[in-house]
């Protein structure tokens, strides 16, 4: 599910997905080129990947491990007809995914000439993660037993079939004199 956010539930508030976002703002990058705009994305406590996307798929920042930090520069132009930002992140088996659509970031301030830095530092997709492997293995635990016990109850089973049955005639009683 794709969340709509407004700016201001970065740097507030834990969002829907159990995510916390930071937004760090410079209005007058002086390493912004001219009629540009800087997007970047930086991990804090935080391994599996994560992007800042536009809604036609350009992608503004990536970072996933050991890489960190990404930054890039859009021409204003294009960022303000290639609107609104996509935040995403790797999901279940590393499923790159959008979590998130920032609805308001042209209206609620961001300019040509600023540097935006999302700094993701909690992934509430760990957990349930985490919770979902813990889950397969205990189905996979139970699954085995389950299996041992059928194997356990199949070979008692076939035992009983191999062992030979004798056929006895009626019970004679002898007297001794």
């Keep these: ?11 507030t508030s834990m969002l829907p997905d159990g995510d916390r976002i930071l937004l760090f703002v410079n209005d007058h990058s002086p390493s912004c080129p001219d009629g540009s705009i800087e997007i970047g994305l930086e991990l804090y406590n935080v391994a599996w990947w994560k992007g800042v996307q536009l809604n036609d798929g350009t992608v503004l920042a990536q ?7 990404s930054l890039s520069a859009v ?35 961001m300019r040509a000439g600023g540097r935006y830095v999302f700094i993701w530092e909690a992934d509430g997709s760990a957990a349930v993660v985490a919770a979902e492997q813990k889950r397969l293995r205990e189905d996979a635990a139970r699954s085995r037993k389950t299996q041992q016990k059928r194997l356990k109850e199949n ?11 004798t056929a006895r005639g009626p019970k004679v009683s002898r007297s001794v004199p």
């Design 155 to 165: 070979a008692a089973g076939s035992i009983k079939a191999q062992q030979p049955t």
């Design 75 to 109: 021409g204003w132009d294009f960022f303000r007809t290639a609107q609104p930002i996509q935040l995403w992140k790797a999901k279940m088996f590393g499923v790159h995914t959008p979590m998130y659509v920032i609805m308001d970031a042209l209206p609620t301030g």
């Design 1 to 11: 599910m794709i969340y709509p956010i407004p700016m201001k539930a970065l740097n």
């Design 63 to 69: 970072c996933q491990d050991a890489q960190i930090s």
